[in-house]
């Protein structure tokens, strides 16, 4: 567990160097920041579309993932609960900094396979690697969003954690197959993230978050097929 501690504390110590680094930065540059990283968070969720759909077993699956995962969290009013959770921040884009964080820090071959690693094969290359990119990517969110980016390193620590007793426990129950169904839709609610911090249409992220189990519960009912 140790490799995810160290990417938990990477989050933590970058959101609170962008923190203080947002105390000194002019709206302008804020306002460039936040562009450049709308466009990188683009293109990052592009990347993962398309590097995880030639993997696909099932390229429907993310479809029906999308739209089932969305019709569960309208139902939860899942984003609701989560901006009345949120209401006591004076920053007002918080929810959607910390939205975009989760996704960004949780969903990935890295952040996902390298529990799996861990788990399995003591392996660590994986979680270390992907620490120092969550510590660059805290770092430019915390300037943007504030220090309660920082709050995304607890899911990230309950993620990592439930993957890795996941592993340990069935040896394997997390495949190749289903990590790349799970980073496909990933990929869109990363982009969709993209499209939020550019402005260019806001989607309801936190209601789409349900999407992400689809492919869990789909590659279970098969399993006893």
């Not at 501690?5 to 709206?27: Q, R, V, Y």
């Not at 968070?41 to 759909?53: D, H």
């Not at 861990?118 to 270390?128: K, N, P």
């Not at 943007?144 to 129950?173: M, N, P, R």
Request: charged content about 10%.
């Amino acid at each position: 567990m140790w490799g995810t501690l160290f990417n938990t504390f990477t989050i933590l110590i970058g959101s609170a160097l962008g923190s203080i680094f947002k105390k000194g930065i002019k709206e302008e540059y804020k306002q460039i920041l936040m562009q450049a990283l709308g466009l990188a968070v683009l293109a990052l969720g592009t990347s993962t579309f398309f590097k995880n759909m030639e993997k696909s077993q099932y390229p429907v699956l993310f479809i029906v993932s999308l739209v089932l995962g969305g019709l569960l969290g309208q139902k939860l009013d899942l984003e609701s609960r989560f901006d009345r959770l949120l209401a006591a921040s004076s920053d007002s884009d918080l929810a959607e900094g910390l939205s975009t964080a989760i996704l960004l820090f949780c969903i990935g071959s890295l952040s996902i396979m390298g529990p799996v690693e861990a788990a399995l094969h003591h392996e660590y290359t994986f979680l270390i690697t992907n620490g120092l990119l969550d510590g660059i990517t805290s770092i430019i969110l915390g300037s943007t969003f504030g220090i309660g980016i920082a709050l995304a390193s607890a899911v990230l620590f309950v993620w990592q954690g439930s993957i890795y007793l996941i592993a340990f426990l069935l040896k394997g129950a997390i495949s190749a197959p289903l990590v790349a169904e799970i980073s496909i839709v990933g990929g869109i609610l990363i982009f969709a993230s993209g499209l939020g911090i550019l402005n260019i249409k806001k989607i309801s992220i936190v209601n789409l978050l349900p999407a992400l189990a689809i492919p869990i519960i789909f590659f279970i009912i098969i399993s006893f097929l």
